[in-house]
C-alpha cells in the first residue's frame, strides 16, 4: 500500500485547507489555531466526524513549542510533505487607507509561519494570503520571508508569489488570493508545472459557476424578474436574458434544521430597504442615501443583492452583514445565511461551524475555499509522488 503523504495546517482555521488535504487523500497530522471557536469547528468536523488523525492545538503560534510539536506527533525532522497555512492577512488588506495595516503586529505572523518552516523543514510549503500581501507598503515581511526561504534552502516554484483567483478552480466566487509555493532544494525539480491549470474557465465545457450555485431555485416570478432586470440593468437582449436564466444551475434546498440556516436579524427600516432594493440592486438603487453617501459615490456593493448569474463578491468575515459588501440574499429581504456563505466557499453542508453568528462568519470568511485548495494540494500531491517514484 502507498504510504500517504503528510501535512500540517498552521492557522488552520476552520479547516478549508485540512478539508481539502482530507479530501485528496493526504494525512494532516497537526493543526494550530488561536481561535477556539475555530479550533471547536476543525475538531468537531475534522478529526470527530471525518475520523482525520489530526493532533489540533488551539493555542498561540507566537508561544509554540515547535521542537515539541516533532515528538508529539512523531515525525522526524525533513520527512514533513507539505506545510500548509495562511497567516492572518488584516494587516495586509486592501481595504486598509494609504499605509494603515504597515505595522500591524498580525503582519510578524508571517515570518513566524517561517520558523515552523526552519524547523520542521519539509519537502514543501503553500501559504495563502490577500493580494495586498505583495503591495509595496509591505515589502520588508515578504522580502524577509523570500530570502529566509532561500537562506534555509527552498526554491520558489515559479520565482515569485503567484494571484491565483478561486473561480478558475471551480469556486463560484471572484476571490483573488497570493499564493507562496516552495520546494526543499533537494526536492526540487526543473520541470515543475505551477500553479496547476485552471479546472473552470470563462467559457466553455467548464465555465465559471455561478453564485446561483449557492441558492436554492426561487419560483417562476422571481425567474421571470431576473429576466426583465437582466434587459433593464445590462441591456440583455430577451433572447439572452432567456438563455442566462436558463443555464443558471441552483443548490439544493437547505434543511431547515441546518444550526447554518442562520441570517441577521434587521431592523425594520433596513428590511424596508431590502424591500426596496430590486433583483440585481445596488446600495444607490435602494432610495435610501445615508449622509456618508451623498459625496461619495463608492462602494456601491454595500447592501446590494447578489448577483446570482456571476461569482459572488469575496466572502470575508462579515460575509452576513449587508453592511460589508454585496451580502443581501439575491431575492429575498435579508442578508445571506451563513450556509450560504458556506456554500459559496465550498463547504459541504454537512459542515458545521460553532460559536455565534458573528464567529462562524468569521470562520467562513477566513478560510480557504475548500474547492480550490483542492485542486492546488492534489497537484502538489502528484509532484511529490512523481519525486518518490
Request: charged share 25%; net charge neutral; aromatic share 8%.
Amino acid at each position: 500500500m502507498v504510504q500517504k503523504l503528510t501535512a500540517i495546517d498552521l492557522f488552520s482555521g476552520a479547516g478549508g485547507f485540512s478539508l481539502a488535504a482530507h479530501n485528496a487523500g493526504v494525512d494532516v497530522l497537526a493543526a494550530i489555531e488561536f481561535d477556539r471557536h475555530a479550533a471547536e469547528t476543525y475538531k468537531n468536523n475534522l478529526v470527530d466526524r471525518l475520523d482525520a488523525k489530526t493532533q489540533v492545538y488551539a493555542k498561540d503560534i507566537t508561544e509554540f513549542d515547535i521542537d515539541s510539536l516533532l515528538n508529539d506527533i512523531g515525525i522526524r525532522k525533513g520527512n514533513l510533505d507539505i506545510l500548509l497555512g495562511g497567516p492572518p492577512c488584516q494587516g495586509f488588506s486592501s481595504h486598509r487607507i494609504n499605509d494603515s495595516g504597515k505595522d500591524d503586529p498580525r503582519n510578524a505572523l508571517l515570518i513566524r509561519y517561517f520558523d515552523f518552516v526552519e524547523h520542521l523543514k519539509p519537502k514543501s510549503f503553500l501559504v495563502e494570503n490577500v493580494p495586498g500581501l505583495l503591495w509595496p507598503r509591505h515589502e520588508k515581511y515578504l522580502k524577509d520571508f523570500l530570502n529566509l526561504s532561500k537562506k534555509h534552502g527552498y526554491t520558489i516554484v515559479a520565482g515569485e508569489p503567484l494571484i491565483l483567483n478561486a473561480r478558475d478552480y471551480g469556486v463560484p466566487q471572484n476571490r483573488r488570493r497570493a499564493f507562496i509555493f516552495a520546494f526543499r532544494d533537494d526536492v526540487m525539480q526543473e520541470d515543475i508545472d505551477w500553479p496547476p491549470s485552471p479546472t473552470h474557465h470563462k467559457s466553455g465545457d467548464s465555465p465559471w459557476l455561478t453564485a446561483s450555485s449557492a441558492f436554492e431555485k426561487p419560483n417562476k416570478v422571481v425567474l421571470d424578474t431576473f429576466r426583465k432586470r437582466l434587459e433593464e440593468k445590462f441591456g440583455h437582449s430577451k433572447e439572452e436574458s432567456n438563455q442566462v436564466v436558463a443555464s443558471l444551475k441552483w443548490g439544493k434546498n437547505i434543511d431547515p434544521q441546518d444550526s447554518c440556516n442562520l441570517s441577521m436579524t434587521h431592523s425594520k427600516t433596513l428590511t424596508r430597504v431590502f424591500e426596496n432594493t430590486p433583483l440585481l440592486g445596488d446600495r444607490d438603487e435602494s432610495g435610501r442615501e445615508l449622509d456618508c453617501h451623498k459625496n461619495y459615490k463608492g462602494h456601491k456593493d454595500v447592501y446590494g443583492r447578489i448577483y446570482p448569474h456571476i461569482q459572488a463578491n469575496t466572502i470575508t468575515a462579515g460575509c452576513n452583514n449587508p453592511s460589508k459588501g454585496r451580502f443581501v440574499h439575491p431575492w429575498l429581504n435579508h442578508g445571506i445565511t451563513l450556509r450560504h456563505a458556506a456554500r459559496l466557499q465550498t463547504f459541504p453542508d454537512d459542515y458545521i461551524f460553532t460559536g455565534g453568528s458573528i464567529a462562524m462568519a468569521k470562520q467562513i470568511g477566513n478560510a480557504v475555499p475548500v474547492a480550490m485548495a483542492q485542486v492546488l494540494i492534489n497537484h502538489i500531491k502528484l509532484i511529490l509522488e512523481k519525486k518518490m517514484d
